[in-house]
């Protein structure tokens, strides 16, 4: 069965300080892996994709990384602002005619000042 | 241009009662899916709609729910018989496939509409 496992749950940081969420996915065969944001009371947002072929993909302070044979990925937040206060959900989608993403549960950010 | 929109943002209900929920995709997208998302839960895929083709309903938990979509545009969740199990915010999206012909795409960008919360009392 294809699962997206976040960690941690839920992640409490001080403004300005850098934090990495973490993804384990056992979807296969594998196609890309998105991270989205989702703030409160509105719909996900994409922040970035990659394939199988990419490592590391930069979307402003957000980084993200994958290891395909691993089957991790993190997103790496720089320089925390208090709009990073949201939940980050990691997306999964395989190929073989299954057009239906995994979601992973998320992790919940909240930013200090 | 404008995204998806969802309508109602909030619908409180009493139990037993329907509900429709309304869904207009980012015009000219011609996937959409919706989804459920349960307090503390990953986003449940509920029914999928691509043109004009037959709608992917396997994500649907029970027969109380049931989707359309006119004219491969606006969409419309009707839940019969709410339950209490069924709070939950429904999110609508869409997104103008980019797989070739003869299957369905995978992982196209979804664009998000800002959901409905669902309340059954």
């Known amino acids: 069965k294809n699962q997206v496992e976040q960690s941690p749950q839920s992640l409490i940081i001080l403004e300005g300080k850098n934090c990495t969420l973490q993804?384990?996915?056992?979807?296969?065969?594998?196609?890309?892996l998105r991270w989205y944001k989702q703030d409160t009371g509105r719909g996900p947002v994409s922040l970035t994709i990659m394939t199988f072929s990419e490592n590391t993909k930069s979307n402003g302070r957000y980084t993200a990384t994958l290891d395909a044979d691993t089957k991790q990925s993190s997103l790496h937040i720089t320089a925390s602002q208090l709009s990073d206060s949201a939940s980050y959900i990691c997306?999964?989608?395989?190929?073989?005619?299954?057009?239906?993403?995994?979601f992973g549960r998320g992790t919940s950010l909240i930013v200090h000042p | 241009g404008a995204g998806v929109s969802q309508s109602p943002s909030n619908k409180v209900t009493e139990k037993g009662k329907d509900v429709e929920l309304r869904c207009d995709p980012i015009s000219g997208h011609t996937a959409l899916y919706w989804y459920r998302q349960s307090l503390g839960q990953g986003l449940e895929f509920l029914i999928y709609?691509?043109?004009?083709?037959?709608?992917?309903k396997s994500g649907l938990p029970s027969d109380r729910f049931s989707a359309e979509r006119t004219g491969g545009s606006v969409s419309t969740l009707t839940i019969q018989r709410t339950q209490q199990e069924d709070s939950a915010v429904y999110l609508c999206a869409s997104s103008y496939p980019t797989g070739t012909s003869g299957g369905p795409p995978s992982g196209d960008t979804q664009y998000f509409g800002p959901g409905t919360r669902l309340t059954v009392l």
């Open positions: 709609f691509q043109g004009n083709s037959a709608p992917d």
């Open positions: 993804c384990n996915y056992t979807v296969s065969p594998f196609s890309n």
């Open positions: 997306v999964v989608s395989g190929t073989g005619g299954s057009y239906i993403p995994t």
